[in-house]
C-alpha cells in the first residue's frame, strides 16, 4: 500500500464526499447534491438539488458525527432506490401498456399521496435497515461471546473476542456480497467515485485520462467509517467491564451515537492530515476499501466526473433532472415518475 498516493502531500481536502449507486455515483458538495446514472442506451441521466441548510448544533464536533450518520444513511438509501427507478423506467418498453392490478396506487398511496407515501417507505428502510445493523453487527457478537463467560473469566479477553467476532462478521458480509455481478459493479462506481475526487483535491482537469492516474483509495471514505466504528466501540466497549447480558446490551445500544460520534471525528482528521500515525490508524479502513472498491473502466469514471462536476456549478445555477452530456451540460430535462 503507497500511502504516498492516498495521503497526497500537495492535495486539498474538501467536504466533498459521494456514494456509489445503481449504475452510477452520487457526488456531495457544500450546496447541492448530483447523482449521475448510466442508462442501457449509454446516455447519462443526471439529477442535481440544492442541500438543506444545518442546524447550528449538526455543525458541532461530536454532536455533528451523529448528525452525518442519520443523514447519510437517509441520502444514501433514498438515492440508491432513485437510481434503481431510472434504470427501471428506462429499460422499460417504449410503449406504454396498461397498468396490472399490481400496478395500482398501494395502501400508503391512497392514504398519504405519493410523496408522503416515498418519505415513509425510505424512513422505513432507514429504520429497519439500523435495526438489522444492530441486531446483527452488535447484539449478536455478545450474545454469542456469552456463551463463553462460563469458560473465560478475563474480562479483557472476552470484550476482545467480542469485537474480533464483530469485526469478522461485517468482513465475512463484505465478501459475500462482494461475489454479487451488480455488487461489483457498485464498487467499480466506488472506485471511479474516490478517483475522481482525489483528481478534483489534487486541481487536475476533471477528465477520465486524470482521474484513472489516481489509487481507488481514499482517507475520508464511509468505508473506512465502518471500520473506526468497529474499532473504537471494541475499545469503548472493554471500558465497562463484563456485566450481565441485559445490561450489556443496553449499553452498547445507547453507546452507538457516541461510537458513531468518535468515529466521524476520527475519519475527518484522518482525511486532512498526512503523518506516520494517521496512516497508521487508517490502515485498517483502507484494507477494507480494498474490497469495497473496484477498478473502474472509463465509462464508470465520465459518470463520476459528471456528478462532480454538477455539484462544481454557482450557487445561482437552477437544479435539474434529465439527460446531460460528459461537460454536465444539460441536454434534455425530463422527470422520472415513480410507478405505485
Known sequence: MDFSKIFIK?????????????????MRGPERTAVAVRLPDNRIFLKTEKNPERSAIAKVPFIRGVFAFVSSLVLGTKILTYSADV??????????????EEDKPGFLEKLFGEKAAWNIMI???????IAVSIGVFVLLP????????????NVVVLNLIEGCLRILM??????LIARMKDIQRVFQYHGAEHKTIHCFENGKELTPEN???????????GTSFLMFVMVISLILFSLLGWPDLLMRIVSRVLLIPVVAACSYEVLQWAGRSTNKFVEIVSVPGLLLQKLTTREPDKSQLEVAIVSMKAVLVPPETPVFEGITN??????EPMTIERDA
Open 87 to 100: 434504470l427501471e423506467y428506462f429499460t422499460m418498453k417504449e410503449e406504454e401498456e396498461q397498468k396490472s
Open 123 to 129: 424512513t422505513l428502510s432507514v429504520v429497519f435497515a
Open 211 to 221: 482521474a484513472k492516474e489516481f489509487v481507488r483509495l481514499h482517507p475520508r471514505c
Open 170 to 175: 461485517f468482513l465475512g458480509y463484505i465478501v
Open 326 to 331: 460528459t461537460d454536465a451540460e444539460f441536454v
Open 142 to 153: 455478545t450474545v454469542l461471546v456469552n456463551m463463553l463467560s462460563g469458560v473465560i473469566d
Open 10 to 26: 500537495d492535495a486539498c481536502p474538501t467536504k466533498t464526499g459521494g456514494q456509489a449507486v445503481m449504475e452510477g455515483v452520487m
